[in-house]
């Protein structure tokens, strides 16, 4: 025994022995622990099991379980517009007529697991559990039989109690029925969209064949509805997957777009079809649809063969639809609706738990809007339009008043089940007034001056519509116009992009993507939204800033009469959330109704101010600029309504096309519609917009070297209204051919005492925009108004109505080098052949022969007949043409300018009498009074003076 311990063993083992046996203890008890913790939870779930089992109802009685309650649409009179399965198409058939594909596709994209579980799939439970806490791709977790269960006996209600039931109930069905049995019914019971109720209807309905008929292709269409069946309807506005972003060419490249796994999932929309897209830069890319992926998951489960897989990738792209025999009022709107209430409650609530839907919709306005659409729709035809839209809101409540999708939901030609409501698309010029009411922000104000002149931002030269310039105009004039090179400047006055996503999220358009690199086309509408969320954006302008969320829904309730959801009760406008400033909205407004400065008539009511813009978005075909998209935008007080015109599938129309004349119609006639019996309300103009006086060009309080000619008046928000003096005219003598310094050496005719307009003061607007606008970009744009006009010709100086002593930019602070002695010291002179003083010159054409002497050169003859210019001359012999008007005995005044080539000028007059030209001294008479003749004058009377001859004796 070793020492020191009683039984041998040291004390390091004893302390390890114990340690371990601790361990020992511990493990066990925690091993305990959890197996207690699964047991108890076992018998919980037993308990609840069998609880609940109590108040379930039977799945032995099949016949009950097929049965349905219609859902009822009305509008916001109470009148019925749609009944769900009022007129329900179903047909049960046996499972054994149908063939495997049919069978095979659904099982693959529904439950592929269905011949091996028990009712539910643990696996499939369990990934859909942790989606729900953000971990995986969202999706469900329903197997066929929970799925039939949950259509068939089962309140419509999300919560986890009914899953627990689902799940009950779908394991004591498996164990009472078949498979076969199971997929049976619920090939016959579930929607496939429209009135068609089982898979034997959806066959007629989609395909005009039996079910037993169906191909591979049309069984994997068929298997992709049930999962959305209004989402996914080819009668609808998710037929094909399509790309719904408009990349310019420089997105492309810089992102090396090329296949569709280049693009993220904001750049695309999933269809029901796979489609192919095309680029800008030519490249195709092919964008799958849920059919596609069924057909893709039967070839992974080895449901089919590969050439089976590879043949149905061409055949799907030649799939045809049978026409579309639906039947039914606003069925773009009830469309919408009820895609609303799926994603609410389900679809197979809303197809089958005996709901009534109480909408906002007016049905008569609605019939007239549809008939607004289709006759303006055939009219717009020649100008190669196939199809219209429009929805009108009411911004108080937000309520839907009228939505028509397309000209004619059932024209598959023109794919008119799609509803251009809600696709997006660039709004063009119609999303101008949400750039300048961003810039309103930052000081920018109607009465403005903004130069609508050529522009170059880093390699691009932005352009207007017509390619022309309109020079400086008010901002008030070039939104009203729809100047884009004002807008561009907005944009940059506004903050750029990311403030102008800011601003427009904050009305409600949320389609812009922070990501995309849109740039300044972006004021010009290159970003793509909706009708619907412009009806959105624009209803905060009717609103005086607040937003109300465009609603369709007054009231729904279930069949037992409790009510789900209800809206009839609207919160008080001034309870609403103030999102944009009263101030702002009030001077778009102002602008967009002012009928001096739009674009026509179309854009007016007869009887009330309404806020109107049109817009056209483009798009360049071979060096050709098409329109595509044609929209008018307006609205009062009491209605807000887009119009659009265009193609369902985005491409070109006529050259001729435009928003004015294709949407204003549209647009114009369904306000008319609407207002017709309705008083007159008004814009609400806020205390602190006021009519200030300013300084035309630099937006200050005018100065005494302020011309008065050059001061107007305009609206401004207080906090921005002119606080500073005039300080943008100074005066120099300049050389008025290049505006530089002059000499001695200047010819008189160029020496000119101008006023200048400092042209690095301009377009500067407020101290905001100092802080925001890149100052080399600001320069820049200042730079291009002052080489703008030193282009400019005497005429168009004039034309801009500044005054002839006024001149736009600054002297060159150096001595004209136009102004040489040498070119002083040049002879130069100039005198008309045959004439002097108190001649009589022809009345009708007279040729005029000159002598000149210039040792620079002749540049040009101009001869002037009472200071009227007649006729310039540039070649030798340097003689002109006059044509004398007056009667005879009448005095005139001929002069002669010529100019060298250094721009050196002489000029002669010569005072004359329209008479016998034939009377004039002959040759010897005139060297006689060759110096008396220089003395001859007009006297104020306009007599000529007898000097050395008698007037009387010549003309006797």
Same mark, same amino acid.
Request: hydrophobic fraction near 35%; aromatic fraction near 12%.
């Given at each position: 025994m070793k020492k020191g311990t009683r039984d041998g063993f040291s004390s390091e083992y004893r302390r390890r022995h114990k340690r371990n046996n601790k361990s020992k203890k511990e493990s066990f008890s925690f091993a305990s622990f959890i197996l207690k913790f699964v047991l108890f939870f076992n018998i919980l779930g037993l308990v609840a099991t069998v609880w609940f089992s109590l108040f379930l109802p039977s799945v032995t009685d099949l016949e009950n379980l097929m049965g349905k309650e219609s859902t009822v649409f009305f509008d916001v009179n109470g009148e019925v517009i749609y009944t769900v399965n009022s007129e329900e198409l179903r047909e049960n058939i046996s499972i054994d007529t149908l063939n495997e594909h049919t069978l095979n596709a659904t099982i693959a994209i529904e439950d592929d697991k269905f011949y091996s579980h028990k009712g539910f799939d643990l696996g499939g439970l369990a990934k859909a559990v942790l989606s729900e806490f953000g971990l995986g791709s969202p999706r469900g977790g329903s197997t066929i039989t929970q799925q039939f269960i949950k259509n068939s006996l089962l309140s419509r209600e999300r919560t986890y109690i009914r899953k627990f039931k689902e799940l009950i109930l779908a394991s004591r069905l498996e164990r009472k029925t078949s498979k076969k049995d199971i997929l049976e019914m619920y090939l016959n019971r579930i929607p496939y969209g429209g009135q068609a109720y089982g898979v034997e209807k959806?066959?007629?309905?989609?395909?005009?064949? $039996?079910?037993?008929?169906? $191909?591979? #292709?049309?069984?994997?269409?068929?298997?992709?509805?049930?999962?959305?069946?209004?989402?996914?309807?080819?009668? +609808?506005?998710?037929?094909?997957?399509?790309?719904?972003?408009?990349?310019?060419?420089?997105?492309?490249?810089?992102?090396? !777009?090329?296949?569709?796994?280049?693009?993220?999932?904001?750049?695309?929309?999933?269809? %029901?079809?796979? *489609?192919?897209?095309?680029?800008?830069? +030519?490249?195709?890319?092919?964008?799958?649809?849920?059919?596609?992926?069924?057909?893709?998951?039967?070839?992974?489960?080895?449901?089919?063969? @590969?050439?089976?897989?590879?043949?149905?990738?061409?055949? !799907?792209?030649?799939?045809?639809?049978?026409?579309?025999?639906i039947k039914q009022k606003a069925y773009h709107f009830v469309t919408y609706v009820k895609s609303l209430l799926e994603k609410e409650f389900g679809k197979d609530m809303v197809e089958n738990a005996g709901l009534k839907v109480y909408t906002t919709i007016d049905l008569d306005f609605q019939l007239k809007a549809e008939e607004i659409v289709k006759k303006n729709a055939k009219n717009n035809e020649t100008y190669g339009v196939? /199809?219209?839209?429009? !929805?009108?809101?009411?911004?108080?409540?937000?309520?839907?008043?009228?939505?028509? +999708?397309? *000209?004619?939901?059932?024209?598959?030609?023109?794919?008119?089940?799609? /509803?251009m409501v809600l696709a997006l698309r660039q709004p063009g010029s119609s999303f101008k007034p949400l750039v300048f009411a961003s810039a309103f922000e930052r000081g920018l104000a109607p009465g403005h001056t903004i130069f609508d002149i050529p522009i170059k931002i880093g390699n691009d030269t932005p352009q207007n519509y017509d390619g022309d310039f309109m020079g400086p105009i008010s901002v008030r004039k070039a939104l009203g116009q729809s100047r884009n090179i004002p807008a561009v400047k907005a944009y940059y006055v506004a903050g750029e992009q990311d403030s102008i996503i800011s601003f427009t999220e904050k009305v409600g358009i949320k389609s812009l993507d922070r990501r995309s690199d849109y740039g300044w086309p972006l004021s010009l509408g290159t970003g793509e939204m909706s009708l619907f969320e412009l009806a959105q954006g624009y209803s905060v302008f009717a609103n005086e800033g607040r937003l109300r969320e465009i609603n369709p829904i007054l009231k729904v309730e279930d069949e037992n009469g409790e009510i789900l959801v209800d809206n009839r009760f609207i919160v008080d406008e001034n309870q609403l959330e103030q999102v944009v400033e009263p101030e702002i909205t009030y001077l778009v407004n102002d602008i967009l109704s002012d009928k001096s400065v739009n674009l026509g008539p179309r854009l007016t009511l007869p009887d009330r101010k309404v806020a109107a813009k049109t817009g056209t978005s483009t798009k360049r075909i071979n060096k050709i600029i098409? &329109?595509?998209?044609?929209?008018?935008?307006?609205?009062?007080? @009491?209605?807000?309504?887009?119009?659009?015109?265009?193609?369902?599938?985005?491409?070109?129309?006529?050259?001729?096309?435009?928003?004015?004349?294709?949407?204003?119609? !549209?647009?114009?006639?369904?306000?008319?519609?609407?207002?017709?019996?309705?008083?007159?309300?008004?814009?609400?103009?806020?205390?602190?917009?006021?009519?200030?006086?300013?300084?035309?060009?630099?937006?200050?309080?005018?100065?005494?070297?302020?011309?008065?000619?050059?001061?107007? @008046?305009?609206?401004?928000?207080?906090?921005?209204? &002119?606080?500073?003096?005039?300080?943008?005219?100074?005066?120099?003598?300049?050389?008025?051919? /290049?505006?530089?310094?002059?000499?001695?050496?200047?010819?008189?005719?160029?020496?000119?005492?101008?006023?200048?307009?400092?042209?690095? *003061?301009?377009?500067?607007?407020?101290?905001?925009? %100092?802080?925001?606008?890149? &100052?080399?970009?600001?320069?820049?744009?200042?730079?291009?108004?002052?080489?703008?006009?030193?282009?400019?010709? @005497?005429?168009?100086?004039?034309?801009?109505?500044?005054?002839?002593?006024?001149?736009?930019?600054?002297?060159?602070?150096?001595?004209?080098?136009?102004?040489?002695?040498?070119?002083?010291?040049?002879?130069?002179?100039?005198?008309?052949?045959?004439?002097? $003083?108190?001649?009589?010159?022809?009345?009708?054409?007279?040729?005029?022969?000159?002598?000149?002497?210039?040792?620079?050169?002749?540049?040009?003859?101009?001869?002037?007949? $009472?200071?009227?210019?007649?006729?310039?001359?540039?070649?030798?012999?340097?003689?002109?043409?006059?044509?004398?008007?007056? &009667?005879?005995?009448?005095?005139?005044?001929?002069? %002669?300018? #010529?100019?060298d080539k250094n721009d050196f000028v002489v000029e002669r007059n010569y005072n004359l009498i329209v008479g016998d030209a034939s009377k004039n001294p002959k040759d010897e008479e005139k060297e006689e009074s060759k110096d008396s003749n220089e003395e001859i004058i007009l006297n104020p009377n306009g007599l000529a003076n007898e000097l050395e001859f008698d007037v009387q004796k010549l003309e006797n």
């Open positions: 959806a066959a007629e309905v989609f395909f005009d064949k $039996n079910a037993a008929d169906l $191909n591979l #292709v049309e069984s994997a269409i068929l298997a992709a509805l049930p999962n959305a069946p209004t989402y996914f309807s080819p009668f +609808g506005d998710n037929k094909y997957s399509t790309i719904t972003k408009e990349f310019t060419l420089e997105e492309i490249q810089e992102r090396s !777009i090329q296949e569709f796994d280049d693009l993220s999932s904001s750049d695309w929309s999933y269809g %029901l079809l796979g *489609k192919e897209n095309e680029l800008a830069n +030519g490249v195709k890319i092919f964008i799958p649809g849920r059919a596609d992926n069924v057909l893709r998951r039967m070839h992974e489960l080895e449901l089919i063969s @590969d050439d089976e897989f590879e043949q149905s990738k061409l055949d !799907i792209q030649e799939v045809e639809f049978n026409q579309s025999k196939n /199809n219209a839209a429009v !929805i009108s809101i009411e911004p108080e409540t937000g309520y839907i008043k009228a939505m028509v +999708g397309s *000209k004619d939901f059932a024209n598959a030609e023109i794919e008119g089940y799609n /509803n098409y &329109p595509t998209n044609l929209y008018t935008v307006g609205w009062t007080k @009491d209605l807000v309504t887009i119009a659009w015109a265009g193609n369902t599938d985005g491409s070109q129309t006529g050259l001729k096309a435009s928003g004015y004349s294709q949407a204003g119609p !549209i647009w114009q006639e369904t306000m008319l519609e609407y207002h017709k019996d309705l008083e007159v309300r008004d814009f609400i103009k806020p205390r602190n917009v006021n009519s200030y006086s300013f300084s035309t060009y630099s937006g200050m309080i005018p100065s005494p070297s302020t011309p008065s000619y050059l001061v107007s @008046d305009d609206l401004f928000i207080d906090d921005f209204k &002119p606080s500073k003096s005039d300080d943008v005219y100074f005066e120099a003598t300049v050389d008025s051919r /290049n505006r530089m310094l002059v000499n001695e050496y200047c010819p008189k005719e160029y020496v000119k005492e101008l006023k200048f307009i400092d042209n690095l *003061k301009m377009e500067i607007f407020s101290d905001e925009v %100092l802080s925001t606008y890149k &100052p080399n970009l600001l320069k820049d744009r200042q730079n291009e108004i002052r080489d703008w006009f030193n282009t400019l010709s @005497d005429e168009e100086i004039l034309d801009l109505r500044l005054g002839s002593k006024v001149a736009i930019g600054s002297p060159i602070l150096e001595e004209s080098d136009l102004c040489k002695k040498e070119y002083a010291e040049n002879e130069l002179s100039i005198e008309a052949k045959d004439l002097k $003083n108190g001649y009589f010159i022809n009345r009708g054409n007279t040729e005029v022969f000159t002598n000149i002497k210039a040792d620079a050169g002749v540049e040009k003859v101009e001869f002037y007949v $009472n200071d009227f210019l007649k006729f310039t001359s540039t070649t030798e012999p340097f003689r002109g043409i006059v044509r004398i008007t007056s &009667p005879n005995k009448t005095p005139v005044q001929l002069k %002669l300018k #010529v100019f």
